[in-house]
């Protein structure tokens, strides 16, 4: 999933601390704010801001922040430029990745994720090189927090919403990946079974993981992703990386 696994970037999210707060705030803001001069400010009839609400709740986003977002998309002129990226690069161990985010200057930050890059022995490649390696998915986390007995009947739950494959991480966390347009009747079906949804987004998912088994490549890796992550208009890196569970 994405760079280091959806759950554990949420769950991240749930207790980081102040320094990374304002940044992470400031990433899902131009999310929504993006959403909104897209398709408008009604997240009823608009799935992309309705997503990025989801993100916005499960990092403990105030509604304040949520509500100015929403209202600079409606009617801010100054962010005119704001516009979607999705770059492509390998990274160590030959792990592909395609890094997504919002600029208001793609030329900066171009410059910017190519010296990280090959900073932390990455490579840009071009459009197209490595985009052939994911599908686009809707995802949607579901958790059963600490009754076992729930698995089998949320997998069957899931199935029945439209799942065409189901992961567990940390023994109850269920990843479920559908076809994008199949997502909100998905999350409906799982919330009408009284389903814990923590989030539904859509994200590129490898078609094949590749395994990575040397310590000094995984910290290579991790220092990119992490470096990548820290970038400001950088909002998921999607990896082939085989997840530990």
């Given at each position: 999933m994405?760079?280091h696994?959806?759950?554990?970037?949420?769950?991240?999210?749930?207790?980081i601390?102040?320094a990374?707060?304002g940044?992470?705030?400031?990433?899902i803001?131009?999310?929504?704010?993006?959403?909104v001069?897209?398709?408008?400010?009604?997240?009823?009839?608009?799935?992309r801001?309705?997503?990025?609400?989801?993100?916005?709740?499960?990092?403990?986003?105030?509604?304040?922040?949520?509500?100015?977002?929403?209202?600079?998309?409606?009617?801010?002129?100054?962010?005119?430029?704001?516009?979607?990226?999705?770059?492509?690069?390998y990274?160590?161990?030959?792990?592909?990745?395609?890094?997504?985010?919002?600029?208001?200057?793609?030329?900066?930050?171009?410059g910017?994720?190519?010296n990280?890059?090959?900073?932390?022995?990455?490579k840009?490649?071009?459009?197209?090189g490595?985009s052939?390696?994911?599908?686009?998915?809707?995802?949607?986390?579901v958790?059963?927090?600490?009754?076992?007995?729930?698995?089998?009947?949320?997998?069957?739950?899931?199935?029945?919403a439209?799942?065409?494959?189901?992961?567990?991480?940390?023994?109850?966390?269920?990843e479920?990946?559908?076809?994008?347009?199949?997502?909100?009747?998905?999350?409906q079906?799982?919330?009408?079974?009284q389903?814990?949804?923590?989030?539904?987004?859509?994200?590129?998912?490898?078609i094949?993981?590749?395994?990575?088994?040397?310590?000094?490549?995984?910290?290579?890796?991790t220092?990119?992703?992490?470096?990548?992550?820290?970038?400001?208009d950088?909002?998921?890196?999607?990896?082939?990386?085989?997840?530990?569970?």
């Amino acid at each position: 999933m994405s760079g280091h696994s959806k759950w554990s970037k949420i769950k991240r999210g749930k207790t980081i601390e102040d320094a990374k707060r304002g940044k992470i705030f400031s990433k899902i803001a131009r999310l929504i704010l993006v959403a909104v001069k897209e398709k408008g400010g009604d997240p009823t009839t608009n799935p992309r801001l309705r997503m990025a609400i989801e993100q916005a709740k499960a990092v403990n986003m105030p509604n304040e922040n949520i509500e100015r977002a929403i209202a600079r998309g409606a009617g801010g002129a100054e962010d005119a430029k704001m516009e979607d990226f999705l770059y492509e690069a390998y990274g160590p161990g030959g792990i592909a990745l395609l890094i997504e985010g919002i600029t208001d200057n793609k030329n900066r930050t171009l410059g910017e994720i190519r010296n990280i890059l090959s900073k932390n022995s990455g490579k840009f490649v071009e459009s197209g090189g490595v985009s052939y390696l994911f599908q686009k998915k809707g995802v949607i986390l579901v958790n059963i927090g600490s009754s076992p007995a729930d698995r089998e009947a949320l997998e069957l739950s899931a199935i029945d919403a439209g799942a065409e494959d189901i992961k567990w991480r940390d023994n109850n966390i269920l990843e479920i990946y559908m076809q994008p347009e199949a997502i909100d009747k998905a999350k409906q079906a799982l919330e009408e079974n009284q389903a814990q949804i923590e989030s539904s987004s859509l994200a590129w998912v490898p078609i094949t993981e590749i395994e990575i088994a040397g310590q000094k490549t995984k910290d290579q890796i991790t220092k990119l992703l992490d470096a990548l992550e820290e970038q400001d208009d950088v909002n998921e890196i999607y990896s082939n990386l085989k997840l530990e569970s």
